[in-house]
């Protein structure tokens, strides 16, 4: 069955969110109705630039960095029991307690080494059992393209999906498919069957009460990491605006 508007209402936050559209104001007061004034040509356009001149960099600096990163979970100790899930899995942490997400200011003392996970993104900590992506440079203009919510809502008409539980039965909204030319297939880079638990550390919930509050707290935000559930691995997926 196609997605209800509670499900598109909450895929739309989730595009929101990641893409750090925090205009609940606007989209409360004045800026229904008014699109931006780039064309999706324009934005595409802008984005494979950026995407380009990152590859050269890395061609010419002979940069080989991988750009997925598998936190080996910590070691059990002997005689210590595992819980496990009803497949025989480790059963991971639950969301709240899934730490892979520090807010940072500009003069925040530098974290630990070993609590990094890319050095050029100190905002991204270590989880134990989690696959990191490296992060997905946003151009600014289509961050300000998705602070209007019309924009992002129809983009959100692309995708389609249902709200769900993770393998841990933790609330989640999973994806069940969109138009793979759509252009939030192709920034977003998520996939049919994965499951999207949090933004950021906060969990998207249920409902759409949750969803506003996802909004109101990620107002501003330029640093995103969305934590998925994909082939019942935890994953991060990581979003910076510059």
Not at 96 to 108: A, G, L, P, T
Request: aromatic fraction near 8%; charge should be neutral; charged fraction near 25%.
């Amino acid at each position: 069955m196609r997605i209800s508007l509670l499900e598109k209402l909450v895929l739309v936050l989730t595009v929101l969110s990641v893409l750090a559209v925090a205009a609940v104001v606007g989209f409360l007061m004045i800026n229904v109705g008014l699109r931006s004034v780039v064309s999706d040509e324009t934005e595409v356009a802008i984005q494979g630039t950026i995407e380009w001149l990152e590859a050269e960099r890395e061609r010419v600096n002979g940069r080989s960095a991988p750009k997925s990163i598998y936190v080996q979970p910590e070691a059990v100790q002997p005689g210590a029991a595992v819980a496990t899930t009803a497949d025989g899995r480790p059963k991971l942490k639950p969301a709240s307690e899934v730490k892979y997400f520090e807010k940072r200011e500009d003069n925040d003392p530098p974290p630990p080494p070993d609590e990094v996970v890319f050095p050029e993104y100190p905002w991204i900590k270590k989880q134990p059992g989690v696959v990191f992506v490296e992060p997905k440079r946003i151009a600014p203009v289509v961050y300000e393209k998705y602070q209007n919510f019309e924009n992002a809502w129809g983009e959100a008409q692309s995708g389609w999906g249902e709200m769900s539980t993770t393998s841990n039965g933790e609330p989640a909204y999973e994806v069940k498919g969109f138009d793979p030319s759509s252009r939030m297939a192709k920034l977003l880079k998520l996939q049919p069957g994965d499951k999207v638990i949090s933004v950021n550390g906060y969990p998207i919930g249920s409902d759409i009460a949750s969803g506003k509050a996802l909004y109101d707290q990620l107002r501003n935000e330029k640093n995103f990491s969305v934590l998925i559930e994909r082939n019942n691995q935890r994953t991060v997926l990581s979003f910076t605006v510059r």
